[in-house]
């Protein structure tokens, strides 16, 4: 860490910091508002008192960046996120997730005055054959191991029967648009802030509690944090290693083609024959 005098330790930092991840399962597993509220307000507090006459107007703040964290959690908690196709729920994840995302970048550019928050599309650098083994790979995974979960555990029916051609495509657009803004708000906002203060391993593990949390109430339920959680972690690590936006979103729009294409075989027997389930 630089600016050591002005900075917390990390060990002081990751108290503050796991609190306020910690209001995700409260908001989107327990489903419970007042307690993910409660560690919201502990969290920042407690990173505030920790701070108190350590920070200048130049270094970061672990209370700003936990207050936008925590901005983006509260808009999404507004909404229920249980999987649904018409015109008013695709309104409502619009504005919701929408916010979460503009919000916070909003606040920290030109209220905060900060560029804790960004979007690196491309990094400055080709992809290399690992790059595109990893494509290869997440689509032969997905193909290999969605279906099994999906349809054996019963977890498909979280999502609303797609059997017309207009809900089929909205069920597309929609599980697109959901994957873009896991990236955006999971990697590029809660990702990139708590890395300002703590250790690159420790702010991944923190925000794929966010990103499994929300996964599950979006529907990713029974056994489906086995699946999430890697997922989540492996998003921050390639993150990390590639610095490109565009890289982690197609691997992310990648896996869910395939959850697409499970969701539409499971509520349409023999309409997708390319699954082994």
Not at 60 to 82: E, F, H, K
Not at 167 to 182: N, S, T, Y
């Amino acid at each position: 860490m630089t600016e050591a005098g002005h900075r917390l330790t990390t060990g002081a930092a990751i108290a503050p910091a796991l609190i306020v991840c910690a209001a995700a399962p409260a908001f989107f597993v327990l489903q419970v508002p007042w307690i993910g509220w409660a560690l919201i307000a502990l969290g920042v507090g407690a990173a505030w008192w920790l701070e108190r006459g350590r920070v200048t107007a130049s270094a970061p703040s672990l209370t700003r960046d936990l207050s936008l964290i925590a901005l983006g959690m509260l808009i999404v908690s507004a909404i229920p996120l249980a999987a649904e196709l018409d015109d008013l729920a695709m309104l409502r994840f619009t504005l919701a997730l929408g916010g979460a995302v503009a919000v916070p970048y909003l606040v920290s550019r030109f209220l905060y005055k900060d560029r804790g928050i960004s979007f690196p599309w491309r990094a400055h650098r080709r992809w290399g054959r690992l790059q595109w083994g990893w494509l290869v790979a997440v689509l032969v995974l997905g193909w290999l191991i969605l279906p099994f979960y999906f349809i054996t555990s019963g977890v498909y029916q979280n999502w609303p029967v797609v059997d017309t051609p207009e809900l089929i495509a909205r069920l597309f657009v929609g599980v697109g648009a959901v994957g873009i803004w896991d990236e955006l708000f999971f990697i590029c906002t809660v990702f990139a802030l708590l890395r300002r203060h703590l250790p690159d391993g420790v702010a991944n593990a923190l925000q794929a509690i966010v990103f499994v949390s929300f996964l599950w109430e979006l529907g990713y339920r029974a056994w489906g944090p086995v699946l999430t959680i890697p997922f989540a972690l492996l998003q921050g690590f390639i993150f990390l290693r590639t610095h490109s936006l565009a890289y982690v979103v197609t691997v992310h729009l990648l896996f869910d083609a395939v959850v697409f294409g499970v969701l539409v075989h499971a509520h349409n027997p023999g309409l997708l024959p390319i699954f082994l389930v």
